[in-house]
């Protein structure tokens, strides 16, 4: 499967012509047939809203969760620019969820009980930037701890949790790779649940190489920097031109 909005696009209507319904983590089991679509955001925000658009666009009622990395070195969450861009995939129909990366939190690390107390922490800030109550977290690369305990969060839902991990099958593109046909898997109709998790930031028009996609976000920094300064900093023109971005 290429990593572009066409081949995604085909593999939303690949799930509807082969009988899955689109669910959430919370309706999943009104259906006999059904996939869950998961969508994490650990690099780009404005990627995301892109992916969410096109899901709108494209029809057939395709429903996502999308996972926001609140302790992110690559966006802020709470910026105006982003808050409006998170509010823009609720507002396509998508659930918004908590991406949260226990590494975070080394003084924690392994011990269950306290990471719950920090999940609970990061989604009432996170429900506050995006208005609305946070039902879902997925874990940013989960320690084998964490997966083996089946950690319970009142009142939330653990995308990690043993049911959406073990008794679904479970579909993943980390790493812009995907480690099973998935193409092939949703046209055997093997499996009656499959959880599919997709990045966003992997996805454009046309098809590139892991390699010119790390480059084009790395070197795409610097122009983003200068935008941002731009609106912030009086007649930069006059202290640097924009064409000295390299």
């Known amino acids: 499967m290429k990593f572009t909005y066409e081949s995604y696009t085909e593999l939303l209507r690949k799930l509807q012509r082969n009988g899955y319904h689109i669910v959430n983590y919370e309706n999943w089991n009104e259906y006999d047939r059904s ?3 998961r ?4 690099y780009d925000i404005k990627k995301a809203v892109d992916l969410a658009m096109l899901e709108k666009e494209t ?12 302790t992110s070195d690559f966006y802020n969450v709470f910026s105006k620019k ?3 861009a998170l509010r823009q995939i609720v507002d396509c129909g998508h659930t918004i969820g908590l991406h949260f990366d226990e ?6 690390a392994g011990n269950p009980e306290k990471i719950k107390s920090k999940i609970i922490e990061e989604r009432k800030l996170l429900s506050v930037a995006v208005g609305q109550d946070i039902k879902c977290v997925s874990m940013h690369r989960p320690g084998k701890a964490i997966l083996d305990v089946d950690l319970q969060i009142p009142g939330m839902i653990n995308s990690y949790g043993q049911k959406f991990f073990k008794e679904f099958k479970y579909l993943s593109d980390s790493r812009r790779r995907w480690r099973e046909p998935v193409e092939h898997i ?4 093997e499996y009656d649940r499959l959880h599919i998790l997709t990045h966003p930031f992997w996805y454009n028009m046309t098809d590139r190489s892991l390699h010119d996609s790390i480059f084009e976000f790395v070197n795409n920094a610097n122009r983003s920097r200068y935008n ?5 900093f009086t007649d930069l023109e006059s202290v640097m031109l924009s064409g000295e971005v390299l």
């Not at 029809?59 to 609140?70: D, I, N, P, R, S």
């Not at 590494?103 to 924690?108: A, F, G, L, S």
């Not at 949703?186 to 109709?189: K, L, N, R, S, V």
């Open 59 to 70: 029809g057939g009622g395709y429903k996502a969760t999308y996972f926001v990395l609140l």
């Open 103 to 108: 590494v975070r939190y080394p003084e924690i």
């Open 228 to 232: 941002f300064l731009q609106s912030n």
């Open 82 to 84: 982003n808050v409006d």
């Open 39 to 42: 969508h994490d955001i650990d």
């Open 35 to 37: 996939v869950i679509l």
């Open 186 to 189: 949703i046209e055997a109709q």
